[in-house]
């Protein structure tokens, strides 16, 4: 018999200190503690008239348009993608009620220092000098253990919810990759995908109202260990997007549009034609509680992912050696700066 490793098994050999698991009781929480002050930055606020695309895709340049806005922003938005604004509010929803339960119950379920799953502060955490306003929830495969742990009995329609959103945009994270293959003119049989199943992961993200969002980061600057990323961030502000040149940009929220993320896997396939963008969640000054729902897409851990031979100009040299996604997802663990930097040629 044959024993494949799974994503959340290569998490588990990379344990973390219950301190950088433990989200803050922001319920009772006045001030902001110094362990959550971050330096001021000018560009929390950016008022950039920068617009990402947003693309539709039943568009016929959608390709080409999604080829491009890989290119000049690592980042766009998607309409007409398929998935209903009913299951994109209800899956919001189902988020709210989880990070609405008391602090307690929400320790039910605590991820576990060797664990990839269930709530607690961003994996990131231990990698930054100061702690995020933010608490997530983290499902690899069936949500049901930890749904059971929160809600003993009534837990059939936060399961439900869960396992048809997960559903759908597998359904659509395939749709995206086939979109943006085509845009770079490559085909299926060019790759060595079919050594699994794509390593999937649903994160439930919140953003509690913060007294003073000035001097709190929601999410620190990072790079997604993803092929691409699909995000649902409802109504609220909070997603920014690094671009050379431009410094800090707002993704203004769209009804019903998803946000797509170039994650690091594609970056090193494309030869970083197609670059991993850095983004990161700042703080509400309205004093809401954001609340936003991201779906990370990545190859079958085992698979070997290189620059492809077929993409590089005349002369072009691959930047990047050859890495196995789970090889990757343990670099990536351990060093969290300039992982890429790390598989340089
Ligand atoms: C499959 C994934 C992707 C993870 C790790 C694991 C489960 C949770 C994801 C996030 C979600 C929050 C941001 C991030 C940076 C984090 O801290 O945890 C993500 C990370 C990554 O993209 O590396
Ligand atoms: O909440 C957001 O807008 C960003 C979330 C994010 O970047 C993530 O979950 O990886
Ligand atoms: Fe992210």
């Not at 992961?201 to 699909?230: E, K, V, W």
Request: some cysteine; hydrophobic content about 40%; aromatic content about 8%.
């Amino acid at each position: 018999m044959t024993t494949t490793t799974t994503l959340a098994q290569v998490y588990r050999e990379h344990p973390i200190h219950l301190r950088d698991i433990i989200p803050l009781d922001f319920n009772s929480i006045r001030s902001v503690p110094d362990s959550h002050v971050w330096p001021i930055s000018d560009d929390f606020s950016s008022d950039h008239q920068l617009m990402v695309p947003i693309i539709d895709l039943k568009d016929p340049n959608a390709v080409k348009l999604a080829g491009h806005a890989c290119k000049t922003w690592g980042a766009f938005q998607v309409i007409n993608h398929g998935i209903h604004l009913n299951l994109l509010e209800e899956v919001e929803s189902e988020a709210r009620r989880l990070f609405s339960l008391p602090t307690q119950t929400k320790m039910k379920a605590l991820r576990e220092p060797a664990g990839a799953t269930g709530y607690g502060l961003a994996r990131i955490s231990p990698f930054f000098p100061k702690y995020m306003w933010h608490e997530g929830f983290t499902i690899m495969d069936s949500p049901t253990d930890h749904a059971r742990a929160l809600w003993p009995t009534g837990n059939a329609r936060f399961c439900d919810v869960i396992e048809r959103y997960q559903k759908q945009m597998k359904v659509l994270a395939e749709k995206l990759t086939d979109l943006i293959l085509e845009s770079l003119a490559i085909f299926r049989e060019d790759l060595n995908w079919d050594v699994g199943s794509p390593s999937t992961a649903l994160q439930l993200n919140s953003y509690p109202p913060c007294p003073n969002p000035n001097r709190a980061m929601g999410l620190a600057p990072h790079t997604d260990t993803s092929f691409l990323t699909i995000l649902y961030q409802g109504s609220i502000s909070g997603l920014q997007i690094f671009k050379q040149g431009a410094g800090w940009i707002s993704m203004l929220p769209v009804t019903g549009a998803l946000v797509v993320n170039v994650g690091d896997l594609l970056h090193i396939l494309t030869n970083a034609r197609f670059p991993s963008v850095l983004h990161r969640a700042v703080l509400n000054q309205e004093g809401s509680h954001r609340v936003s729902v991201a779906y990370f897409y990545g190859l079958p851990i085992e698979c070997s992912v290189s620059p492809l031979l077929k993409l590089l100009d005349s002369g072009e040299n691959p930047r990047y050696r050859p890495v196995t996604v789970k090889e990757y997802v343990d670099i990536k663990s351990k060093y969290f700066e300039e992982p890429l930097t790390s598989i340089r040629i």
